[in-house]
């Protein structure tokens, strides 16, 4: 039997929704995560999560189930563990309690110890584009793209600050961008003649940077789901871009 499961990938919403499935699996009850269940444990911290609150969890996991057939907990971007609470946990998963289940959801495995990620069954969720822009959208988006690929370092600086008035604000320009730059290799890649103007000026990228462009955007996004501030991810994204002469 399994005691630990690891899933990464996709997006936040993604890897609860994998868990909270698993979780109505193993339980063997219908779950309403709303109220919760008293063999349920969420932890889900806002800024970290230490050495206390994982000792907690190993208390009430060693009691035995109250109503269920296991006990579960369920780590919501597990990446928030400090580094002496992973260490904490690190013991549960070396020795599990009995009929208990642990499952951790991060956006990567490497935020994680990797003895803590050699001690699970890893998940991986594939990315998906849920981004889908009606051609004015497009049009609009392309244009400001074309825009920050060919300014300087200090207006880049100053896009950033309008872009990230909040962090959702700043994940909705990386969820677009990820959207722009998939377009623009495929249009790279396709022999069309019928491609928007707009497109066309951005196609005078090479290939190797459209790949860096979608690999720096992904990165962003794996970051501020790890909780980094979201202004200087936004930053650090628009300045590592490719320039557009």
Not at 8 to 21: C, D, I, M, N
Not at 190 to 211: F, V
Not at 214 to 223: D, E, F, G, H, S
């Amino acid at each position: 039997m399994t005691h630990a499961l690891l899933i990464v990938g996709g997006t936040k919403k993604e890897r609860l929704a994998k868990a909270q499935t698993m979780i109505k699996k193993n339980l063997s009850l219908k779950l309403d995560f709303e109220k919760g269940h008293p063999d349920l444990f969420v932890l889900e911290p806002a800024n970290s999560l230490g050495i206390e609150q994982v000792r907690q969890l190993q208390k009430n996991l060693a009691l035995k189930p109250y109503s269920a057939n296991l006990k579960v907990a369920l780590f919501v971007q597990a990446e928030k563990l400090t580094l002496p609470g992973q260490n904490a946990l690190l013991k549960t998963l070396e020795e599990p309690p009995q009929k208990s289940l642990i499952i951790l959801t991060a956006a990567k495995s490497d935020l994680l110890l990797p003895t803590i990620v050699s001690r699970c069954q890893l998940v991986r969720l594939i990315p998906k584009t849920e981004i889908k822009l009606a051609k004015k959208e497009v049009d609009l988006q392309l244009a400001n793209l074309e825009t920050i690929l060919k300014s300087s370092p200090g207006e880049k600086i100053s896009q950033a600050e309008k872009i990230t008035k909040n962090k959702d604000q700043a994940s909705q320009f990386c969820q677009n961008q990820l959207f722009l730059w998939r377009e623009i290799m495929l249009a790279k890649t396709a022999s069309s003649s019928s491609i928007n103007p707009l497109m066309r000026r951005l196609l005078k990228l090479k290939i190797s940077q459209i790949t860096f462009g979608l690999k720096t955007v992904q990165r962003a996004l794996n970051l501020m789901e790890a909780n980094v501030n979201h202004r200087l991810t936004i930053e650090a994204l628009l300045l590592s871009l490719p320039s557009l002469n």
